[in-house]
């Protein structure tokens, strides 16, 4: 039996990728705060290099956190996500007339920590706070989302019945 704790950070660490910590930084600002599902399409969806290898430390989390802990993908919530400068790998590549020419090839140290929101009520104030929760109404972020869906699948409903598809 895997004792659940929700005071527990489950986190992912991810050293020496061959990227600038700017570049994985510009990613990471976007997914930070994020409940696991919706950061994992983002990370789909977004067109940069960086995205692959957060994705891939991001399902690691998480998994860690369903095999370790016991905890719901569901529930789970980024709760910090850091880019560090790793070492620079040094390189020459020949030119001309016998001369060289350095390379020089940064490297990050990515971390990300995921966080069980099930029975945490400080987080949901913390959304009410930032805007996460427009409205008192919603004590649960699930509820959000549950409603956001049904909302669009009116929509949808709705816009795909009056259209009249031509292929002229």
Not at 31 to 45: A, K, N, P, V
Not at 79 to 89: L, P
Not at 142 to 153: A, G, H, P, S, V
């Amino acid at each position: 039996m895997i004792k659940r704790d929700p005071n527990v950070e489950v986190y992912a660490l991810g050293q020496h990728i061959c990227m600038s910590a700017d570049k994985a930084r510009r990613v990471i600002d976007q997914i930070r705060g994020r409940s696991y599902e919706e950061t994992l399409m983002i990370l789909e969806l977004m067109p940069y290099r960086a995205c692959y290898p957060i994705f891939k430390l991001v399902y690691s989390a998480a998994a860690n956190a369903s095999h370790n802990m016991g905890f719901n993908e569901a529930d789970l919530i980024i709760s910090k996500a850091e880019v560090n400068r790793g070492t620079i790998v040094k390189r020459l590549k020949p030119r001309a007339r016998g001369r060289s020419y350095p390379i020089r090839r940064p490297t990050c140290h990515i971390t990300i920590v995921l966080q069980d929101i099930s029975k945490d009520q400080k987080y949901f104030i913390w959304l009410r706070k930032y805007g996460w929760i427009y409205k008192d109404k919603y004590t649960d972020i699930r509820e959000r989302y549950l409603y956001m869906i049904d909302r669009d699948r009116l929509k949808w409903a709705t816009s795909e019945s009056e259209v009249v598809w031509d292929k002229k």
